[in-house]
Each structure stands twice: as C-alpha cells, then as structure tokens.
C-alpha cells in the first residue's frame, strides 16, 4: 500500500512539472498573459467630480496596481486639483479687492444741506 502511495505522488508530481514547463510542446513553460487595463478611463471632455473617482477601479497586476495606470489618474487628479486651488485663489483676491475699494467709498446719506 506504502509502495502504491509513494507512486501516485510521483505521478501526480511529474504530472504538475509538465504542465508548469509545458512539456516540450510549446514556445514556452506558459502562454503570455495579456495585461488588463484600466476600463473605465476617467473622462477627458470635462472636468472630474465625485462620481468619477468612486467608480475608479484599477486592475490587479501581478504585484497589486499597474503603476501606469495609478501615475495616470493621480496625475490628472493633481492636475485639476491645482487648476481649482488657483481658481479659488484669484475669486478670493478678487473678492478681498472688491471688499477693500468698497470700504473706501462712503456708504453714508448725504446731510440735506449739502444738497442744497
């Protein structure tokens, strides 16, 4: 029964070894896997919102995330993310401006006898 055992494991490992190298039939011990990419690209006629970046999900690679990918969306996020603290800056400035020129010019009634 022993000797039975001991057999059937040799089998079953030169079974798993040849299909891992690929038995000598082939290019090589496995066929090319084509990578995934990312499928649902972050839109390029508009701006992102909120729903854009909930539905981002990158693909797994071997070692976690395709770098290419993360680099990608991090990029056009910081990039927009930058575009909109500017903006936020200049409406400010230009509101602090507007409120400093609005404070020199009198809001006062004019006395009745300067009228006349």
Do not use: C, N, W
């Not at 055992?5 to 090319?32: F, H, K, N, Q």
């Not at 993310?81 to 509101?95: G, K, Q, T, V």
């Amino acid at each position: 029964m022993f000797l039975f055992l001991v057999i059937a494991l040799a089998v079953v490992v030169a079974a798993v070894t040849l299909a891992v190298v690929g038995g000598g039939e082939g290019d090589g011990p496995l066929p090319e896997a084509v990578p995934e990419r990312l499928q649902d690209l972050l839109p390029l006629d508009r701006p992102l919102d909120r729903a854009d970046i909930d539905s981002l999900r990158f693909p797994l690679a071997a070692r976690g995330y395709r770098m290419s990918d993360v680099d990608d969306a991090l990029s056009r996020l910081a990039a927009e993310l930058a575009e909109r603290d500017a903006r936020i800056a200049d409406l400010e400035s230009a509101l602090s401006g507007a409120q400093t020129s609005a404070g020199h010019v009198s809001m006062e009634k004019p006395d009745q006898e300067d009228q006349q």
